[in-house]
């Protein structure tokens, strides 16, 4: 597991893994998730979309070991899950414009003042993914907590981020959407979820 507020370690851009390698044809639509928990999202897009490739960072070990089974027994190959922090290895892995989505559902809120520095949305990650993102690419954002809703929308949009929905909004639940573990829950209790389709321009 990698700890670390602070890195300023430069990045050694030419030792980018070669994603053709490890997945083939599906490379040519990578996707990325941040934060995969128990990885019901991961798990199931992979099986539902064999043609693109997801890389799936959890920075909790226990988890990304037991999602790393799953995906080696449900015979996933387009399914990759690292655990690390994803703020740290995100830019090591993906060069600019390379992602074609990212996905990040059910962020930690970190509700205390002195912890917001923690919160996965801040200035700097949001530049950070709309950099990874290819023109066209989707961040799909998801949260139970109107709060991060509301700063994130604001935030997001003001790094370049156009929102599907119109500036501001949020977007309903896209027909063929694939819920994560957490929002499972939340769909059984009916408790409100806040989204985010955002487009690079
Ligand atoms: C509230 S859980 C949601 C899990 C899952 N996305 C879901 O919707 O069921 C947030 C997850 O993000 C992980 N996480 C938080 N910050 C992270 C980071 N910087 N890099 C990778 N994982 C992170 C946590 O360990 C936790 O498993």
Known sequence: MIFSSE???PIARDLLPDWHAAFGD???RL???IGAGH???????????????????EQRKKFATVVAAKAAARELPNLLVLCGDARILAP?????GRLAAIHVHFPDPWWKRRHHRRRLVDDRMSTLLLGLLAPGGL??????????????VVRLEAAGFRNEAGAGRFSDAPPDE???TREKRYLATGQRVWRL???KR
């Open 26 to 28: 599906a490379a040519g």
């Open 31 to 33: 996707e990325l998730e």
């Open 39 to 57: 990885g019901g999202f991961a798990l199931a897009y992979a099986r539902a979309f064999p043609d693109r490739a997801l890389v799936a960072i």
């Open 92 to 96: 090591r892995l993906f060069g600019a």
């Open 197 to 199: 389709r955002l487009r």
């Open 139 to 152: 961040l799909d954002f998801r949260t139970d907590v109107e709060r991060y809703a509301e700063e994130a």
């Open 7 to 9: 890195d300023e370690a």
């Open 178 to 180: 694939i819920p994560s």
